[in-house]
Structures are given as structure tokens and as C-alpha cells.
């Protein structure tokens, strides 16, 4: 079994890894801030898990904002500073990971949500980031964060409208054309067939 | 196939396949965000008995490709309970699984802290339902004296406790 006193030793050790993260992330190291985090987590994670509860069967019961222990508003801190940090590094997908990691983690960090819209959004999934954002701006309708990020939604689907109507554009007119041209092939037959019968 | 090195809790360095390990989630995003380097994984909250137990098991399930991966839910299952995704896996464990988690109860806890630090859900189900399994049909007391847990309620606590799970006597 885990002996208490590294628990306090792999605690002390996972803020100083986190520290340095923090430290790296201001300085523009993104890389290097990921590399922290990491080891952070590695240090924390699991130090507040007990074998008995995690044996049982996870239920779906609903989780209420005062059962968030420390450790695990501490871990989802880290998970959604990795998600900024890969939003710097321009890696979408893991900005979505580890933003859906840290509310899995706490469902209530509303920072956490708001790297998930972010990395969303700059996925493509702009009906699920603008539903999130909805949510968030029922909390916070004043945040100009939120509204950049209901701009960028707005552009990207200006963007898709008109790519759409381009591709869409003279379908119609295209239509009648193949229809007029198939029926002029078919007069031609007609007439071919009847002259053939005149000898 | 590309070596990872790992760096237990008592300093023992163990060096494993990278597809064998990429089992664990926790080292997989590792991977996938740092890239692999020489530098050793550290792996602070897991002995390095245990953490050899758990490449074994890794690599008894080596061939299963979808291990390396998220554990997505499969088409039609997904709005499955916890319970019978647990139940579906418990279903598919084979005479290793089961040899694997013939231990004494002290490594079979420390199995299920590194499974859940490791995040190898199949193997947190494994050693969990091996648990369950002994909790099962034992009362209060009884599970008490079989996991050494000490009773840290206050008398008008324990009371409240029974009340609110009074329908597990059903």
C-alpha cells in the first residue's frame, strides 16, 4: 500500500512541477509547460484515491459542486492549463482532450468549458461550441472573452455558408442543361429511325 | 518497436515496448503530447514490483490493438450504464485474468491505485470486480474486519448512513 509520508512527498513535489508549468507558460515555453504539467500530474494523481472506492461500480448520480475535493479542483486546474497551452500551440484536438479531461475531473470549472468551446470551435464543431457558449454566457453575459469566441463562431459559419453556396451555385441552371441535352440526343434517335423507314 | 523507460516509486527503472505500454492512458498522452524521448517516465505512485505485474498483464494483452487506444463505446452500446459496460468487460477476462488476481489483498489494492493511476480501465475492472466480489454478502462490520478499515463515523453519522442506504437491505 502507499505509504502516507510519499504522499506528502509526491504532493509537494506535484506543485512545484505545476509551479514550474506556470512559470514556462508566462515565459511563451509552451512545450516545456506541457512537459511540466505532465510530471505534475504525475505526482498528484491518485494520491486522494482509495482502493475500496475505486472497486465500486461508478454510478451515474449526480455530483454536486461542494463533493469537488481539493485534489481533484487541483487536477482539473492542471488538465485545463494544458488545454491553453496546446490552444498556444496550435493543436485543436488535444485542447478538446484535455478540456473534456479536466470536466470530467470537476464538471463545475467554467474555465475548463470555455477551452472546450475554444478547441471546438477551432475544430469545426461550431453547433456544439455555440451550445457550450450559450451556457457559459448565461453565467457571464458581460465576458469579452466570450464574445470573441461568439465572433469567431459566427465568421465560421459565414465561412461554410458561403463555400456552400459556391459549390450549390447555378445547380439548377446545370440541371436544365442535362435534362435539354438528353432530350435533343433522344429527338435525334426519333428522326434517324424514321428517315431509315423512307427507302 | 521503440523502448520506454520507466522510473518506479522505489527508483527501479524498468524499460517496456512502447505498444505494450501504450495500454496505460496516462503514458499514451504522454506520448502524444512530448513526443518519445530518452528521458525516463517517472512513475512516483507505483512500486516497482507492482508496476512489473501490470507490463505483464500489459503484455499478455498485446495483441488487442483496440487497448492502445481511447476507449470509445462500441456502436449501440453507448448509451450503455457503467455497470453493464463493467459487466460486459468482466465477461470477456480469460484464465490469465483471473490467475492474475489470485493475490494477497495488499497487492491487490496496490494493483488497483496503479491500474487507476496507470489508466488501464480494463484492468481497474479486473482487479475491481475481484474486490467487489470479496465485499460481497458481508455486512458492515465484516467488511470492516476483512479490509482493516477503521470506523471514523460518529455514532449520529453511521446512523444517517444507514438510513440513506436503507434500500440496499431491500
Request: net charge negative.
Amino acid at each position: 500500500m502507499t505509504d502516507p509520508s510519499n504522499k506528502e512527498e509526491n504532493s509537494a513535489k506535484g506543485l512545484a512541477h505545476k509551479q514550474a508549468a506556470d512559470a514556462a507558460f508566462k515565459e511563451g515555453d509552451f512545450m516545456l509547460a506541457v512537459k511540466e504539467y505532465h510530471t505534475a500530474v504525475l505526482h498528484l494523481r491518485g494520491l486522494d484515491s482509495s482502493p475500496l472506492s475505486l472497486a465500486k461500480v461508478k454510478g451515474e448520480k449526480d455530483v454536486k459542486e461542494e463533493d469537488i475535493t481539493e485534489g481533484q479542483k487541483l487536477m482539473s486546474t492542471i488538465y485545463s492549463n494544458m488545454a491553453l497551452c496546446h490552444m498556444r500551440l496550435g493543436r485543436p484536438a488535444r485542447v478538446t482532450y484535455w478540456a473534456k479531461q479536466a470536466l470530467a475531473v470537476n464538471p463545475f470549472n467554467a474555465k475548463a468549458k470555455f477551452r472546450l468551446v475554444q478547441g471546438l470551435v477551432r475544430e469545426g464543431a461550431t453547433i456544439k461550441a455555440a451550445a457550450l457558449l450559450d451556457e457559459l454566457e448565461k453565467a457571464g453575459p458581460e465576458d469579452p472573452a466570450f464574445a470573441a469566441e461568439r465572433r469567431n463562431i459566427e465568421a465560421m459559419d459565414r465561412k461554410a455558408d458561403a463555400k456552400q453556396r459556391k459549390e450549390l451555385a447555378g445547380m439548377f441552371d446545370r440541371a436544365n442543361k442535362d435534362a435539354k441535352e438528353a432530350e435533343g440526343t433522344e429527338e435525334t434517335k426519333d428522326t434517324e429511325g424514321n428517315d431509315a423507314g423512307r427507302d | 518497436m521503440r523502448l520506454v523507460s520507466l522510473v518506479a516509486a522505489d527508483g527501479a527503472t524498468i524499460s517496456v515496448e512502447q505498444d505494450i505500454i501504450e495500454q496505460s492512458g496516462t503514458i499514451r498522452n504522454i506520448l502524444n503530447d512530448v513526443g518519445l524521448s530518452d528521458a525516463a517516465i517517472p512513475v512516483p505512485n507505483v512500486s516497482g514490483p507492482i508496476l512489473a505485474r501490470v507490463i505483464d498483464y500489459c503484455r499478455h494483452h498485446r495483441n488487442d490493438i483496440s487497448r492502445r487506444q481511447p476507449q470509445a463505446p462500441l456502436l449501440g452500446e453507448e448509451n450503455d450504464s457503467s455497470d453493464a459496460v463493467t459487466q460486459r468487460a468482466i465477461s470477456q477476462m480469460d484464465e490469465f485474468d483471473h490467475d492474475f488476481c489470485r493475490v494477497d489483498q495488499g497487492t491487490l489494492f496496490d494493483l488497483i491505485l496503479a491500474a487507476n493511476f496507470l489508466d488501464i480501465p480494463p484492468l481497474l475492472d479486473l482487479v475491481g470486480y475481484t474486490v467487489a466480489c470479496k465485499m460481497k454478502g458481508k455486512s458492515v462490520q465484516e467488511m470492516r474486519d476483512t479490509f482493516a478499515v477503521k470506523n471514523d463515523f460518529t455514532p449520529e453519522e453511521e446512523k444517517q448512513a444507514l438510513e440513506d442506504n436503507a434500500w440496499v437491505e431491500e
